[in-house]
DNA sequence: CTGAAAGCGCTTACAG
DNA sequence: CTGAAAGCGCTTACAG
């Protein structure tokens, strides 16, 4: 049997009421008897019951996170960032994978809600208008996580991608790339319009202008990648830098683009997108943009503890900097 | 204000005990009666409290998981087995990251309890004989993940990585490597251990030997490997393989060789330990073998969740297949 | 088939 | 400084 409160109460012969607040640590409790308590506490070996706990306070000290996939290290830094975080501040965190379907998405959040989340992190490719009407009715705080809300009344910690996009680009241009290929998330996307848009403003204040043909969608991965660059090399098109929307795409587009014969970057350039540990340790070295994923994590936590525990109701944007990283593929 | 199961009773006309038989799909409800109050449901928004739930029928429905570091690739994969089949089951996971500290487990494995989880998953390099005691005395029902019981009194899922060391340095002998060198990890454990003895069992038995000075200790990830390699390097001996403990440090080590002009495989063979996707997207492609992470992970889940759902007490050791998997740097 | 009531293990005003 | 008691939101024997 499980020792609770009482059985600590009559160990120490004292009311549940004491030994609670020798529990959490409430000053006005005399020394020796807070002694005596603890020394029960240890005899007995009681753990106080979180549930019975939160039930009464009204509070969980958890968070939720919804992530699409947390096996992604596109996602798995993030979560990084958020545990850490929660680690400091005495939160746990629940997780749940939502594999990018909004059916998955709306069971976690109604399973979040439930257990009764604090605070509630979305992370996510998209936030469609309903998921974001829902999000805005949940009783729990939510902060959205490299997504952004564009009707603006929840709070969310983000990267500029469109403007990194533009910097990449304009990068390229200033190299004397001029005929460009851009690989999209065939499943679209807050990141891949971003990155689009991005490009297509830099070429356009060069004068230059982006082939539709050679926006070329597929899975983002590196077998997608591998695809696209396949495709690509198979429209026989005049191309000299491909732009990719993550750096396991670019891994696979080299990878293609060397099987035949194309040599990266003397014959094309290839970019990548958020930078990846392994991008520095491939050959040859993938030129990306650095996205401060666990940071975006760590803030997004940090963010939504503040929510919960002040009555901090205003919506708040935070946008993260971010870095070209050039090395050795473009 | 939330609405709970009161304010759904009121709607409906009917006792809280009503309420909750339909929420929990008790049959014996009229059909009206349910009716009713599924429409009642519906217009006041009603969410269970599982927290409240919980506390009364003595079950979270939640597996907490001790992980030493979710954004390491090697865990991220169990816990996505371990998430996917909570999935099915209707449980939760409570992530807890370890960071190989002993420290950090015993308060991790104390807030899970506190926080009541139904079972926990124990995922780290090594078990302490302490903390082996302390898991078989927790309330909450254990397994281990890739992790051995010496003594044998707690349920694990594992691999043989002694037995698939021993394949795979009895293919690089097969293939006639004689002078083995091998990357160690620096603070030991479990896994470590058992690589070294898989491998010198089958150089015993070609009547070969380790040289001592050849065990070198790193970090291990890729950093490591490309440290561990120029050590190597530097002792000047003659190697023909160097066997590494998992496949970003082979990707460090091989990095390293061919900085040095020492062509991988012609020079020196190097071996991974654990295929991680981009080991077959990198030049050389990396030989190693293949674990079932996340097959671990969802076994260990599926377990956990049995062990939590029917009295089954007995502790049971699954042991999971490995595969060698060669490619180009053997 | 339905409801009144006890109880899960805590916390916290309130009274002393 | 300490304790008795109410109550957090549910479930479930028990009685009808």
Redesign the interface.
Known sequence: M?VKIVDVAKEANVSVATVSRVVNNIPLVNEETKERVLEAIKKTGY??????R??KIQR?N?LGIMIP???N?LY??M??GV??IC?IYNY??????TDFSPDKEKESL??L????CDGIIYIGKDLTDEFQEILKNA?SEIVLGNVMDERGDLSSVLIDNESAAYDLAKRAIEKGHKNFALFTDRDGGFTSDKILKGVKKALNEADLSLDEELIIPGNIN?KGGYAMMNKLLDSGKDVDIAMTMNDQVA??AI?AAEERGVKVPDDLAVTGFNDY??SE???PEITTVKLPM?DIGAIAARMLIKMCEADEKESKTITCPYEIVERQSM
Chains 1, 2 share one sequence.
Not at 113 to 116: A, G, N, R
């Open positions: 499980k753990k106080p019951n979180a549930i019975a939160s039930l969980t958890t996939d947390i096996s290290p798995t830094e979560a990084r545990e850490d680690g746990n965190i629940i997780l749940s994978n109604d399973v809600i439930e257990k009764q009783p590196v891994l696979g990878r540990w392994l340790w491939v050959n666990y």
